[in-house]
Nanobody, 133 residues
Framework: QLQLVESGGGLVQPGGSLRLSCAASGFTLDDYAVGWFRQAPGKERVGVACINSSDGRSYYADSVKGRFTNSRDSPKNTVYLQMNSLNAEDTAVYFC??????????????????????????WGQGTQVTVSS
């Protein structure tokens, strides 16, 4: 059974950092692109980052580029999202999701222009990130 489990969320002050983990079981995460999505209260879920399976290239939403960084730990079958310089607008439930191969969607100069949630077949349960003083 394919399963993703997020962890690492919590309460952090503005300007602080968190590292989210997305651990896979039942499949090899290296064979999959992993997307990160977030849903703020009262808002739709949006994609904020994606990392390809093959070349490891990452893409980011304009709102997080330069502050968030994707990485893989193959032996641990885990993908990480390092989040720095957090602000209140980053408060949301964060989800990771996987799709075989490359990140689907439209990307321009490393920026996510469109990322189709429907293409991601495996989803984690989400982890809450709250940025507040």
């Amino acid at each position: 059974q394919l399963q993703l489990v997020e962890s690492g969320g919590g309460l952090v002050q503005p300007g602080g950092s968190l590292r989210l983990s997305c651990a896979a079981s039942g499949f090899t995460l290296d064979d999959y692109a992993v997307g990160w999505f977030r849903q703020a209260p009262g808002k739709e879920r949006v994609g904020v980052a994606c990392i390809n399976s093959s070349d490891g290239r990452s893409y980011y939403a304009d709102s997080v580029k330069g502050r968030f960084t994707n990485s893989r730990d193959s032996p641990k079958n885990t993908v990480y999202l390092q989040m720095n310089s957090l602000n209140a607008e980053d408060t949301a439930v964060y989800f990771c999701a996987a799709v075989p191969g490359r990140c689907p969607g439209i990307y321009v100069s490393g920026i996510i222009n469109y990322i189709p949630e429907s293409r991601f077949g495996s989803w984690g349960q989400g982890t809450q990130v709250t940025v507040s003083s």
